[in-house]
């Protein structure tokens, strides 16, 4: 059941995304629907919230965050170095050397990953590359890196590994690694990422 919502979710957007792609900027790189539907639904855009929490710890400078909310809840809260790229803008000239690019790994995140998803897709039809998205959101990123719970004793070493980062990498990014609108910026410190990892104010709303 989980995973037809997820194809739903994938499917309704994929006629309009497809549609509002202009013809002449997708340099006759344009996918099929069957071609982006089949990339869409097998993930290959997600990147874990540990992946992010790694690299956002250890000041990866390839990393590039890109916040596709409104302006209004970017103000309030973000991730660290994100941008505010809102998805009603992501067609902007202004925004096009940004995404299509080859020198760093652009992450879109939205409060869960529709709206996330959605610039991916989008991106993906034009012929961009080094585009992905945030498994979870902000959603998840509020829900198990800045609130890790902690597993039962009977739980398998590699979750108490996952638990441990979390932990550490929410304490290194200053209580989940939020940036208020004050542009303050939390102090971090190396931690050691979990071995299953994967290449404060909870935001509302789930897309």
Not at 39 to 51: I, M, R
Not at 107 to 124: C, D, E, K, P
Not at 146 to 167: G, H, I, M, V, W
């Amino acid at each position: 059941m989980k995973s037809l919502k997820l194809l739903a979710l994938i499917i309704i957007p994929l006629g309009i995304i497809i549609a509002a792609v202009p013809p002449d900027r997708t340099r006759h790189f344009r996918l099929t629907a069957d071609e982006l539907l089949q990339e869409a639904g097998a993930g290959v855009q997600f990147v874990s919230a540990d992946v992010v929490a790694d690299m956002l710890v250890q000041n990866d400078p390839s990393l590039q965050l890109i916040d596709v909310r409104t302006p209004e809840e970017f103000d309030a809260f973000s991730l660290p170095g994100a941008i505010n790229v809102p998805l009603s803008n992501l067609l902007a000239e202004e925004y096009t050397d940004l995404l299509n690019q080859d020198a760093r790994m652009n992450v879109f995140y939205s409060n869960g990953s529709v709206y996330a998803n959605q610039a991916w897709m989008i991106t993906r039809q034009l012929g961009y590359e080094n585009n992905f998205v945030l498994e979870g959101g902000l959603n998840f990123w509020f829900g198990n890196i800045l609130a890790a719970t902690e597993p039962a004793q009977t739980s398998p070493n590699e979750e108490f590994a996952k638990y441990d980062f979390r932990k550490s990498a929410a304490a290194a990014l200053g209580g989940g690694g939020v940036v208020s609108a004050t542009g303050d910026t939390p102090t971090v410190k190396a931690v050691k990422p979990p071995v299953t990892a994967k290449a404060k104010k909870k935001p509302a709303g789930g897309c």
